[in-house]
């Protein structure tokens, strides 16, 4: 069983900086794909930021080149650093973890909200 504990979500002001991280318990933290989903109000979940164990990485439209995802398989951590962040950024940012054979986890989300 793998558990997702998100954390670094809050209030940012447009142009401004936050930084999220997601600890994952157990062993497949290595073996797995990992990837970054954002749900704001009345609309669907979606895809920001995705990183397979290949290394390659994959961005929304919306976000390329102001977010950046990465790992550290010695922490167990996935980041998602997100900079120049607008209030069209604003939603709950959920970590997700793949690992074939071995499961798809979720987080219990983090609130991110941009305003001035």
């Known amino acids: 069983q793998v558990q997702l504990v998100e954390s670094g979500g809050g209030l940012a002001q447009p142009g401004g900086s936050l930084r999220l991280s997601c600890a994952a318990s157990g062993s497949i933290f290595n073996l797995a794909d990992l990837a970054w989903y954002r749900q704001a109000p009345g609309k669907q979940r979606e895809l920001v930021a995705s990183?397979?164990?290949?290394?390659?990485?994959n961005y929304a439209d919306s976000v390329k080149g102001r977010f950046t995802i990465s790992r550290d398989n010695a922490k167990n951590t996935v980041y998602l650093q997100m900079d120049n962040l607008k209030p069209e950024d604003t939603a709950v940012y959920y970590c997700?973890?793949?690992?074939?054979?071995?499961?798809?986890?979720w987080g219990q989300g983090t609130q991110v909200t941009v305003s001035s």
């Open positions: 990183l397979i164990t290949s290394g390659n990485t």
């Open positions: 997700n973890l793949f690992a074939p054979k071995r499961g798809n986890y």
